[in-house]
């Protein structure tokens, strides 16, 4: 058994998980496009440009975007767990895999939908609050498609974090769930993509071991758009796994708390 040294590539660089980021953000902007394209500025006013949003949006956070955004998260959980076993046999380790866990994934991609109900939501909100200060001040078309695009924009950067955050997500917990599943595996590394950008806290949890059976272990993501990685640990832990600064801990729990209350493995 050995520990590998961690050369983590900078953020955005990985292609295959790049791709599969690209694909989940470019589900979640159809719909929201899908949104736009449906509101009708020949209405004599807000009310009428987007009558028919609420039923339409209904209809698309249904179960055929349930279907869509479950085919890229399994297949995120399928890399997530092979590149995880990949791990594993570089470390000398090879144990037999399980099946991926299906209903985690299930559980993880209706959060996901019902996220993505709250963007489409917010965004009908924002449209009937813009257009109707554009029809009463007697704006035309253009003004008025102007005021969608305006819109558009919000939602697509909210969709586009979202998708890429819960690429993340699916990719880390799948990497949880091959480390456990092996039963050698004794914790984690926090391993923090290193860039301008990274924040302080992933900063201060980078290079963080972790017990794996820890209640309160620390899995990326940590925020939003967040692209760090867990690495397995083999072995006696040294002295000062889990521990970090409580305001890391604070921030931590904050985000998953309030702003991504995601299923998890256990
Ligand atoms: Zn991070």
Redesign the pocket.
Known sequence: MKHLHIVMPAAGTNPRLNQHEFQMQYAYQQILHKLADAVDLQGADAQQAIAGLSHYSKALTGMSLFVLLNHYSTSTAAMGYGDANDILIEQGINVATQPIQQDLINQITSFAVGNLDYITGDMQDRLAESLQEGYASGEGIPDLADRVQDVLDISDNKATRDARTLT?EIYNQAHMQRYRDSNVVTGVQYV??QSEG??D??AA?GGTIWDINDPNIVT????Y????RLLSYLGALPANAGQVDSDVMDAYNDFRQNYWNVPAYS
């Open positions: 993340n923090c993509a990274t924040c806290v992933c949890l990326p993501p940590t925020h758009n967040c692209r760090c």
